[in-house]
């Protein structure tokens, strides 16, 4: 443009061309009124949308009000400079040049007044108009930018930008003020100051379009509307009420609706309705009514119709060794709650813990033999608990294991001294017993009578036969006595002392 104006004046501007800019000038002003209707347009459309459903549409619309203010603001101030360029230009006050038709402007072709009134006397104090209006574009752009958040990449606001490369007739880097209206003869500012108002009302438009559009962004797409009936369990227990929310299926979370069901009228919030009502009976029930959502031109209604069962609360409980817990050992234990999922299931255990280990199965830590360990049924749906059944259990210490000879069977009394010898030392056993246990001997003596005569005793502190013992086993005769006494087995539940053992050389 800058170049343009430079050749213009260099050929004094004929009468033809400040004419021409006089006609660019009336066709950008009818452009803008133009733009301003259809805008207009686009905010009524606004508005209805935001009366039918001012939750859903308040958000966007109280932005679209605060880009309109905006707007309007900045279509004023170019205004209120164009009258200000006139009466500077032509040397009158404001109110007469706020009537003063461009075609009627004496000097036409004035650009030193106008240059001084956009630049300024100093060219580098920038304290002309024109670096006013530059700051107050660059602030509306940034207003417009934040107002359209994440989409704000998705309309053009270049029209409004200010900052760019801009460049004199000789080649050197000059502003954006500068460029635009140094030696720009008045006409030819006037029609510039029109096409900012018409970039302004533009990027209106542009943003209000999308904060309208945005509205409905977000709506399901769909090809069908029909009524969705989502119980907390179609399974209920005598005694607790049935629940469920009933709902159109791509609802609106922010409609008001309505129902009326089984003839009774109920509201809800957030595009559903909470249906409660007591059980008093066993049986099977029936649920009809018709769901009322309003849309943008009017109330539309959607049948609906549903079943659920009324049952009576059970529970089932089953040891899966045997109908005894044992203390210090996982005693494996099934638990179930009758016509409940199993994920609505809570099980829990008094005297222990029980821990699930998988759907409907637990492990049982008890703590006191001789007293009852009771587990719990409960039925948690719809965040009501609900105890299903109780089942009390017998709480016993593991039994006894028996000691025996590495190799031999338990209750040996005869042996050979070198088997003897060889056997290395004890183990232990459960007779009759399911769990399994990993049972050691931690200690034990022997004493040998050989010949009548009692060997000193010898002591092990473990499972295995010293070589002391050996040595005497070895040097045993027929009929001596081998005696095995003090003997400790590791338990679950601690140490235990075990039965002693006689054998007798063979």
């Not at 905010?43 to 966007?60: I, L, P, R, S």
């Not at 209750?411 to 399911?434: E, P, R, W, Y």
């Not at 087995?489 to 075990?498: I, V």
Request: net charge negative.
């Amino acid at each position: 443009m800058y170049l343009v104006y430079t050749a213009l004046l260099a050929l004094n501007v004929s009468a033809e061309v400040l004419k021409s800019f006089v006609t660019v000038n009336e066709a950008l002003e009818i452009t803008n009124e133009n733009y301003r209707k259809k805008t207009e347009f686009t905010y009524n459309t606004f508005q209805k949308a935001f009366f039918a459903n001012e939750a859903k549409v308040g958000d966007k619309w109280n932005k679209a009000q605060a880009v309109k203010e905006k707007s309007n603001e900045m279509y004023d101030f170019l205004q209120q400079t164009k009258w200000e360029l006139m009466a500077a230009s032509e040397g009158i006050p404001l109110e007469e040049a706020k009537v003063l038709n461009p075609r009627d402007i004496a000097k036409q072709d004035n650009y030193d007044d106008p240059t001084r009134f956009f630049v300024g006397v100093d060219e580098s104090a920038h304290n002309g108009k024109g670096y006013e209006m530059q700051q107050k574009l660059n602030e509306y752009r940034e207003f417009l930018i934040n107002i359209l958040g994440k989409d704000a990449d998705e309309v053009n606001l270049d029209a409004l930008q200010t900052d760019g490369d801009y460049k004199n007739a000789s080649g050197q880097p000059v502003d954006w003020v500068y460029y635009n209206f140094y030696h720009a003869i008045i006409v030819a500012d006037l029609a510039l100051l029109n096409r900012v108002q018409a970039s302004v009302l533009n990027a209106e438009y542009d943003v209000v379009s999308k904060l309208y559009s945005s509205v409905s962004e977000d709506d399901f797409k769909f090809d069908t509307i029909s009524a969705r009936v989502v119980p907390v369990s179609n399974n209920v227990l005598l005694g607790t009420p049935f629940e469920a929310d009933i709902f159109v299926a791509a609802f609106d979370s922010k409609s008001k609706i309505s129902a009326t069901i089984n003839g009774q009228t109920y509201t809800g919030e957030g595009g559903s309705i909470h249906y409660k009502v007591p059980t008093t009976s066993l049986g099977d029930r029936k649920v009809s009514g018709t769901i009322e959502i309003p849309g943008t031109f009017g109330v539309k209604s959607y049948p609906f119709d549903f079943s659920y069962s009324v049952g009576q609360a059970s529970a089932s409980v089953a040891a899966t060794k045997m109908n005894v817990f044992y203390v210090g050992v996982d005693n494996p234990v099934a638990a179930l709650g009758g016509g409940v999922a199993e994920r609505y299931t809570d099980v829990t255990i008094t005297n222990g813990t029980i821990t699930k280990t998988g759907p409907g199965t637990y492990n049982v830590r008890v703590n006191t033999p001789g007293q009852n360990a009771v587990i719990s049924v409960y039925s948690t749906e719809g965040g009501k608990r609900t105890l299903m059944g109780e089942y009390p259990f017998r709480v016993k210490r593991v039994p006894n294991p028996e000691a025996r000879i590495n190799g031999q069977e338990v209750g040996v009394k005869q042996i050979d001294k070198n088997t003897l010898a060889n056997a290395g030392g004890l183990l232990v056993s459960m007779k009759d017993f399911d769990f399994e246990l990993n049972l050691q001997i931690s200690s034990f003596n022997v004493q040998v009578s050989r010949k009548q005569e009692l060997s000193a005793s010898m002591p092990s502190n473990g499972n295995k036969f010293s070589q002391t013992m050996i040595d005497n086993f070895k040097r045993c005769s027929r009929g001596d006595k081998v005696f095995i006494t003090d003997i400790t087995a590791k338990m679950p539940d601690g140490n235990r002392l075990l039965g002693d053992m006689i054998l007798t050389i063979k």
